[in-house]
């Protein structure tokens, strides 16, 4: 298995243009989340879902659009990006099961909007 | 609102147990407490969660207190690579639609 997997792992933006981050999970878990965390601070929920076809927002979604059309995959697109969108953004997925309570997260994508 | 209060920073000796205590006064009946670390930059990973019993694996132990409003972390045997970020996160609801992390704790283990 290789569990969660996002791309890419580093990206350089320039103001206004809009990009894709990827992520794929091969555990079919149901649950999946779109974190961002910004230098010396902790995460923040921007999107997630409870499986394919149902998205909903998290604290900070705003600039941000997800889709769900698989179980496996929960690409996050941004739009027009600015420099406030220079984060880490953190992948992470669940099976649902809420006893297990343990989120699986990505490596991380380090996005540089410039 | 946070619902969880935990101490920004804890220094520990390498060898030694490192307790670190969050305050969860608000939590509902129905509610688990689950505490994740961030080792550096890499994405943060499970260590334990409970419902109202103490609960140990091979990580870490979780107390949990009779009236639930507060747990403690325990690392029996803290090592300097249990240098990281600790969260204790009480989930938002039992349905498990999503875990709102705060700002943590920085435990950082020194020889």
């Known amino acids: 298995n290789a569990g969660v997997t996002q791309t890419p792992k580093f990206r350089i933006l320039k103001i206004g243009q809009s990009m894709t981050l990827q992520c794929a999970q091969d555990m079919n878990h149901n649950y999946m989340y779109w974190y961002r965390q910004d230098p010396g601070m902790g995460l923040k929920l921007i999107y997630y879902s409870v499986g394919a076809g149902i998205t909903d927002k998290g604290e900070v979604p705003n600039g941000y659009n997800v889709s769900r059309s698989t179980t496996e995959d929960f690409p996050l697109r941004l739009e027009l990006a600015a420099p406030s969108q220079t984060s880490v953004y953190f992948c992470a997925s669940r099976s649902g099961q809420v006893q297990t309570g343990e989120l699986f997260f990505g490596e991380g994508s380090r996005l540089t909007v410039l | 609102d946070a619902k969880t209060t935990q101490p920004p920073s804890m220094d520990c000796a390498e060898g030694r147990a490192a307790n670190l205590p969050c305050n969860h006064s608000?939590?509902?009946?129905?509610?688990?407490v689950y505490w994740y670390r961030q080792i550096h930059s890499q994405g943060p990973q499970y260590i334990i969660h409970?419902?109202?019993n103490n609960e140990t694996n091979e990580m870490a132990s979780l107390i949990i207190t009779e009236d639930r409003k507060s747990s403690t972390l325990i690392l029996p045997h803290a090592t300097l690579r249990d240098t990281a970020v600790y969260y204790c996160i009480v989930n938002p609801n039992q349905a498990g639609t999503a875990l709102i992390f705060g700002k943590g704790t920085t435990l950082s283990v020194s020889s």
């Open positions: 608000t939590i509902s009946g129905n509610e688990y």
């Open positions: 409970g419902l109202k």
